[in-house]
Protein backbone atom coordinates (compact mmCIF):
# COMPACT_ATOMS: atom_id res chain seq x y z
CA UNK A 1 0.00 0.00 0.00
CA UNK A 2 1.01 3.51 -1.03
CA UNK A 3 1.20 5.87 1.87
CA UNK A 4 1.87 9.18 0.24
CA UNK A 5 2.55 12.34 2.73
CA UNK A 6 1.73 15.84 2.31
CA UNK A 7 2.34 19.23 3.98
CA UNK A 8 -0.50 21.29 4.16
CA UNK A 9 -0.13 24.87 4.34
CA UNK A 10 -3.80 26.58 3.92
CA UNK A 11 -5.53 29.21 5.88
CA UNK A 12 -2.30 30.19 8.24
CA UNK A 13 -2.70 26.56 9.22
CA UNK A 14 -0.05 24.53 8.69
CA UNK A 15 0.61 20.90 9.49
CA UNK A 16 1.86 17.39 7.50
CA UNK A 17 -0.44 14.58 6.62
CA UNK A 18 -0.27 10.72 5.54
CA UNK A 19 -2.87 9.22 3.45
CA UNK A 20 -2.89 6.12 1.49
CA UNK A 21 -2.10 7.63 -1.71
CA UNK A 22 0.80 9.03 -4.06
CA UNK A 23 2.36 11.84 -3.33
CA UNK A 24 1.18 13.75 -6.35
CA UNK A 25 -2.27 12.82 -5.94
CA UNK A 26 -2.25 14.33 -2.30
CA UNK A 27 -0.31 17.87 -3.92
CA UNK A 28 -3.21 17.82 -6.55
CA UNK A 29 -5.91 17.29 -3.80
CA UNK A 30 -4.32 20.19 -1.61
CA UNK A 31 -3.81 22.61 -4.38
CA UNK A 32 -7.76 21.91 -6.08
CA UNK A 33 -8.80 23.01 -2.00
CA UNK A 34 -6.39 25.95 -2.13
CA UNK A 35 -7.71 27.07 -5.46
CA UNK A 36 -11.59 26.95 -3.67
CA UNK A 37 -10.97 28.64 -0.82
CA UNK A 38 -9.15 31.44 -2.56
CA UNK A 39 -11.97 31.06 -4.91
CA UNK A 40 -14.19 31.90 -1.82
CA UNK A 41 -11.85 34.30 -0.02
CA UNK A 42 -12.03 36.52 -3.52
CA UNK A 43 -15.69 36.31 -4.11
CA UNK A 44 -17.17 37.15 -0.65
CA UNK A 45 -16.47 38.69 2.65
CA UNK A 46 -15.94 36.15 4.43
CA UNK A 47 -12.25 36.39 5.95
CA UNK A 48 -12.30 33.99 8.87
CA UNK A 49 -10.42 30.52 8.13
CA UNK A 50 -12.53 28.46 9.84
CA UNK A 51 -15.67 30.13 8.02
CA UNK A 52 -13.60 29.92 4.67
CA UNK A 53 -12.75 26.40 5.86
CA UNK A 54 -16.25 25.27 5.97
CA UNK A 55 -17.79 27.08 2.93
CA UNK A 56 -14.72 24.78 0.69
CA UNK A 57 -16.24 21.80 1.94
CA UNK A 58 -19.77 22.98 1.40
CA UNK A 59 -18.69 23.81 -2.01
CA UNK A 60 -16.59 20.53 -2.13
CA UNK A 61 -19.65 18.39 -0.66
CA UNK A 62 -21.98 20.00 -3.63
CA UNK A 63 -19.85 19.54 -6.46
CA UNK A 64 -19.80 15.64 -5.34
CA UNK A 65 -23.39 15.45 -5.17
CA UNK A 66 -23.89 16.81 -8.21
CA UNK A 67 -21.36 14.59 -9.81
CA UNK A 68 -23.01 11.62 -7.73
CA UNK A 69 -26.44 12.09 -9.05
CA UNK A 70 -25.07 12.67 -12.76
CA UNK A 71 -23.87 9.19 -12.20
CA UNK A 72 -27.18 7.74 -10.80
CA UNK A 73 -28.91 9.36 -13.95
CA UNK A 74 -25.90 7.54 -16.19
CA UNK A 75 -26.43 4.17 -15.00
CA UNK A 76 -30.41 4.34 -15.11
CA UNK A 77 -30.68 5.59 -18.56
CA UNK A 78 -27.53 2.75 -18.97
CA UNK A 79 -29.49 0.03 -17.37
CA UNK A 80 -32.70 1.08 -19.06
CA UNK A 81 -31.31 0.64 -21.82
CA UNK A 82 -30.28 -2.93 -21.11
CA UNK A 83 -33.44 -3.86 -20.37
CA UNK A 84 -34.74 -2.54 -23.53
CA UNK A 85 -32.70 -4.74 -25.55
CA UNK A 86 -33.15 -7.71 -23.46
CA UNK A 87 -36.65 -6.75 -23.53
CA UNK A 88 -36.35 -7.23 -27.59
CA UNK A 89 -34.07 -9.99 -27.47
CA UNK A 90 -36.68 -11.79 -25.24
CA UNK A 91 -39.37 -11.25 -27.48
CA UNK A 92 -37.45 -12.36 -30.79
CA UNK A 93 -37.02 -15.44 -28.69
CA UNK A 94 -40.42 -16.10 -27.97
CA UNK A 95 -41.41 -15.55 -31.63
CA UNK A 96 -38.69 -18.08 -33.26
CA UNK A 97 -39.85 -20.62 -30.61
CA UNK A 98 -43.27 -19.92 -31.37
CA UNK A 99 -42.71 -20.04 -34.90
CA UNK A 100 -41.29 -23.64 -34.21
CA UNK A 101 -43.53 -25.30 -32.18
CA UNK A 102 -46.39 -23.90 -35.07
Known amino acids: ITVGKIQIDILGTSFSA ?3 EDDVYLAKLSSYY ?3 TESIKRTSDVTDPLKLSILAGITLVDELYKEKQKSIKLS ?6 DE ?4 KITM ?3 EKI ?5
Open 98 to 102: DGVLD
Open 18 to 20: QAP
Open 84 to 87: EKAE
Open 34 to 36: KAI
Open 92 to 94: SMI
Open 76 to 81: NIIRSE
